[in-house]
C-alpha cells in the first residue's frame, strides 16, 4: 500500500501486478508533464510525457492520466516487473517569460518509492 | 556512448574547500540544467543555460558558479563548501529551453562536505 509523511511514499507490490504512482503537481498554469524513474545510484531516465492539453498517453506498459480539474497526475504500469524497482518522480514544466526570452522551468514531485516482489 | 557525463562521480571535500564538478553532453542540445537532489530524494533545479547563456537561477548562494564554455558544456564550481553543500548534484540537457521535451540527465556527482 502507500503511506505519506516525513518518508518518501512508497509502493510495494507483486511481480504481474498493476502499479499506479500518483502526484499532485502545483501550477495550474503548467503545460508539460513528465514522469522519471530514477534506481538506486542513476540519474533520472524519462519514462514517459504528456502535454496539457491531452488527458491520457500510452507507452509500452506504461499509461500517463493528467486531470487538470484536481491538478493531479498519474503513472499506471502494467505488469510490473522486479526491473521497475525504483524511485518515480513526475515533474510539471511552467513556462516562463524574462525580459524577451521564453523559458521553461522543471519542477520535480516528492518521488515514490516503487517495491515490486517476486 | 554517454550522452550526459559528469566528473567526478564522487566528491569528498573538506568544509572551506573550493571544487569544480565538470559536464558535458553530446546530444548537440542548446539547453542545460544543474540540479541538486538532497538526502531526501527530491530534486531542485540551480541554474539553466540555453546556448551558453544562464536563463534561470534560483535562488542559489553566490558560492554557486556556473560557467559554460561551449554549447556543450557546463562546469559548477562552488567555494568556500559547507556542510549543507553535501548532496548529489546531477547535470542534464534537454533540445528545447521552453522545457517542453525530455531532460537528458547524468549520473550525478555525490558530493561530500566532512
Known amino acids: 500500500g502507500e503511506s505519506v509523511g516525513l518518508h518518501l511514499p512508497t509502493l510495494s507490490v507483486q511481480e504481474g501486478d498493476n502499479s499506479i504512482i500518483n502526484c499532485a503537481y502545483s501550477n495550474s498554469a503548467s503545460d508539460y508533464f513528465i514522469w522519471y524513474k530514477q534506481e538506486s545510484g542513476k540519474g533520472p531516465q524519462f519514462i514517459i510525457d504528456?502535454?496539457?492539453?491531452?488527458d491520457k498517453r500510452q507507452g509500452q506498459r506504461v499509461t500517463v492520466l493528467l486531470n487538470k480539474t484536481v491538478k493531479h497526475l498519474s503513472l499506471q504500469i502494467a505488469a510490473t516487473q522486479p526491473g521497475d524497482s525504483a524511485v518515480y518522480f513526475c515533474?510539471?514544466?511552467?513556462?516562463?517569460?524574462?525580459?524577451?526570452?521564453?523559458?521553461?522551468?522543471?519542477?520535480f514531485g516528492q518521488g515514490t518509492i516503487l517495491t515490486v516482489h517476486p | 556512448d554517454t550522452a550526459v557525463s559528469q566528473t567526478p562521480k564522487y566528491l569528498v571535500t573538506q568544509m572551506g574547500n573550493d571544487k569544480s564538478i565538470k559536464c558535458e553532453q553530446n546530444?548537440?542540445?542548446?539547453?542545460m540544467y544543474w540540479y541538486k537532489q538532497d538526502s531526501k530524494k527530491f530534486l531542485k533545479i540551480m541554474f539553466s543555460y540555453n546556448n551558453k547563456e544562464l536563463i534561470i537561477n534560483e535562488t542559489v548562494p553566490n558560492r554557486f558558479s556556473p560557467k559554460s564554455p561551449d554549447k556543450a558544456h557546463l562546469n559548477l564550481h562552488i567555494n568556500s563548501l559547507e556542510l549543507g553543500d553535501s548532496a548529489v548534484y546531477f547535470c542534464a540537457s534537454s533540445q528545447d529551453p521552453q522545457g517542453r521535451a525530455e531532460a537528458f540527465f547524468g549520473q550525478g556527482t555525490r558530493l561530500t562536505v566532512v
Open positions: 546530444l548537440g542540445h542548446d539547453t
Open positions: 504528456i502535454r496539457s492539453n491531452m
Open positions: 515533474a510539471e514544466n511552467l513556462g516562463q517569460r524574462s525580459g524577451g526570452t521564453s523559458y521553461g522551468k522543471l519542477t
